[in-house]
């Protein structure tokens, strides 16, 4: 079992910057497990937004965030970090962790990780 937390979620104006952070604890930490960041909006899907190998070996990012978004870890404090900078109304939504204990050998957008978080509301107003 993996239990993630997150926290840094709030409001802000378009242009600004927000941090999210994730604490990731439960099973061994492999170094092939993975973790990332998912988004819903109201009345939309929960889309993919970052994911990284625990080990830092690789990341991935949505289109639509590439460039202003960055995906973090910290493996000693057993936390992952999405910083947030640029922020556009667009990318408001509710913002959950995710973590994968299964090894795969490239991250993809279609990845459906098996642990989430409870989320985290970020609005980001124009």
């Known amino acids: 079992q993996v239990q993630l937390v997150e926290s840094g979620g709030g409001l802000v104006q378009a242009g600004g910057s927000l941090s999210l952070s994730c604490a990731v604890s439960?099973?061994?930490?492999?170094?092939?497990?993975?973790v990332g960041w998912f988004r819903q909006a109201p009345g939309k899907e929960r889309e993919f937004v970052a994911a990284t190998k625990w080990s830092g070996s690789s990341t991935l990012y949505a289109d639509s965030v590439k460039g202003r978004f960055t995906i973090s870890r910290d493996n000693a404090k057993n936390t992952v970090y999405l910083q947030m900078n640029s922020l556009k109304p667009e990318d408001t939504a509710v913002y959950y962790c995710a973590a994968d204990l299964r090894y795969w050998a490239t991250i993809v957008i279609s990845w459906t990780p098996p642990y989430w978080g409870q989320g985290t509301q970020v609005t980001v107003s124009s």
């Open positions: 439960g099973r061994t930490f492999l170094s092939y497990m993975m």
